[in-house]
């Protein structure tokens, strides 16, 4: 009986191997993100202040109108 079998099954081992390591490397370059990280900004304290609209959208410091509150700032999205 002849081994033609053998180069196959060395293809085929050398083909997973390298997509096991594409993988791998692809997963290791992904950036980790966490839904408990803090805010990077501060809550709006005055007008035209920069802000965090929603996580990772930034948006300005507007006054809100007809305001009797002490911090009658917000944060509005810029787009």
Known sequence: MTNT??????MT???HLGSTLLV????A???RTTSDAPAKLRPC???GQTCE???GKL???VVVDGC????????????
Request: glycine fraction near 6%; charged fraction near 20%.
């Open 45 to 47: 304290t005055e007008l």
């Open 59 to 61: 948006g300005s410091c």
């Open 29 to 31: 370059g992904c950036e």
């Open 13 to 15: 081992t050398r083909s």
């Open 24 to 27: 791998l490397l692809f997963l």
């Open 68 to 79: 009797k509150r002490e911090n009658c700032f917000v944060c509005q999205s810029q787009h």
């Open 5 to 10: 079998t053998q180069p196959i099954r060395l």
């Open 53 to 55: 609209f929603s996580p």
